[in-house]
């Protein structure tokens, strides 16, 4: 095919393109006559985004703390993108169930090994110092990484341990997230209150939470899973894939997490061992206490019962 041709083939698709909508093609490709040429700073808002760091103090590792939790908000979202993809799937199969999966969970081991970033990369010293002027702010707060876990898996797996068995899948929504696992982590240990932490989270969040998790309540992945053909949820690659994603989610990554927290709160020597928001931190982060798992029907009773224990 000749340059013309190729030139005469694109002008029609293009015309088609607009007819299609109503608009004149002669006004699209004037239009293109005063467009600016696109750059990389421009495309990627690279101004707008190195402008989004802000400290409070005038300690230089906070800066490192901030950069690192905001790349960590960019990959939940590159994360929540990925498994929408699987949710709105019409016609799913199980290569294209795996690939998705996949690049969720790469994602996933890019942020457990990323921990050495703060494990390694900031001062103790530093740390403590700065950590007190963000009081009550906790990563706890951290919405698209709930939004992640609604998407993921049935509400009853995100259940509290202690209120499993009174809450099923006609269980009002918003009675379900008064019994989410992390509330417990919300509410003063000595009291039961929501702590303002919790408070302030549900004020912003709450009304987005429930729309989230009626959304998902039958197109999570793992419900997108059972509907899969019985052949293709027999699928080994697929059944390895949902497998290291469970358990890299609310195994690895949330130990990479814990320990890190641990080095600088309780190991340091300069900590006093509470997280900034208040919340019995050890016991709302260990797996094994929650037992967090988004595909039990993927795991035998062995593996189910030392969920996090040998970690």
Avoid: C
């Amino acid at each position: 095919m000749s340059n013309t041709e190729v030139s005469e083939t694109i002008l029609k698709e293009i015309e088609q393109k607009y007819q299609a909508i109503n608009q004149k093609v002669e006004t699209q490709l004037e239009g293109l006559l005063w467009s600016k040429p696109i750059t990389y700073w421009d495309y990627i808002q690279t101004d707008a985004l190195l402008g989004l760091q802000t400290q409070r103090t005038t300690l230089p590792d906070e800066m490192v703390f901030i950069m690192y939790h905001q790349v960590n908000e960019l990959i939940f979202k590159m994360i929540l993108w990925e498994i929408k993809q699987i949710a709105y799937q019409p016609a799913i199969n199980a290569e294209f169930f795996t690939e998705r999966v996949m690049r969720i969970s790469r994602y996933f081991d890019m942020l457990t090994t990323s921990f050495s970033i703060m494990g390694d990369g900031m001062e103790v010293d530093q740390y403590m110092k700065f950590r007190n002027t963000l009081t009550p702010a906790s990563g706890f707060q951290s919405a698209q990484y709930r939004l992640i876990e609604f998407s993921s898996t049935d509400l009853i797996n995100l259940i509290d341990n202690r209120f499993r068995g009174t809450i099923d899948r006609d269980t009002p929504y918003e009675h379900a997230l008064e019994h989410l696992y992390w509330q417990a982590a919300g509410k003063d240990y000595h009291t039961g209150k929501k702590t303002y932490l919790l408070d302030e989270f549900e004020k912003k969040y709450k009304k987005e939470f429930l729309a989230y998790m009626e959304e998902y309540n039958t197109i999570n992945i793992w419900q997108k899973f059972k509907q899969l053909p019985e052949l293709d949820q027999q699928n080994p690659e697929l059944i390895k894939a949902m497998r290291h994603y469970d358990y890299t989610v609310n195994i690895t990554w949330v130990m990479q997490h814990l320990n890190t927290a641990k080095k600088y709160i309780d190991q340091s020597g300069q900590g006093d061992g509470e997280a900034t928001g208040g919340s019995d931190w050890k016991k709302y982060m260990h797996p094994k206490y929650q037992k967090r798992i988004f595909f039990p029907e993927l795991w035998n009773s062995q593996e189910l019962e030392n969920w996090g224990v040998e970690v």
